[in-house]
């Protein structure tokens, strides 16, 4: 359906081996879009989709994104570009920009969130301070840098019995987030 009026913005960020058009970010593109009436937009991340050869995180191309320079830089560099575009359509309400993102969304989204104040509200989850995802990225420095930062409204989602980023990691990691609107969602693993 075409929106007509300026509506809200859902920005989608994929998980480790995904890509901007997967079956999850094309089923909540459609919800957001459809359901919700809002706008929704998803970029590929690093070595993902269009811009690579990953589709599972055990491939060493996703190993080797972690040891470029700065790739949490870049993103954030990237979604901020992407934004700036979107807020230039009429359709887009630039008061209400939310962010959606978990595992990997989270370790890019983070980030980006916690460095924009446009994002009004986010999801963010399936990720945390320790675990083999943290130890193979080591993204733990980032989430310290950023986590305090967070501000905005935030449901933070855990998987109980994550294969990738432990319990304990995830409630510190839950626990640095400076948002004082936060929630926890936890459930259990797949």
Known sequence: SQI?????????????????????????????????GWNAAAIDGPVHGDRGPVTNSTDPEYASMWQRTDPVGDMIADWKSVLDALLTLDQVDAEQIGYWGVSMGTMFGLPFVASDPRIRAAVLGKAGMTGTSVTRSNIAPQFERYA?????????????????????????????LGSSDKRLHAYPGV
């Open 148 to 176: 305090s930062q967070l501000s905005q409204p935030l449901l933070f989602t855990m998987q109980w019995d994550d294969e990738r980023f432990d319990r304990a990691g995830q409630n510190d990691l839950y626990d640095r």
């Open 4 to 36: 007509t009026r300026p509506a809200p913005l859902v920005l989608l960020g994929h998980g480790g081996s995904g890509h901007k058009r997967n079956e999850r970010m094309v089923m909540l593109s459609q919800m957001f879009c459809e359901v919700c």
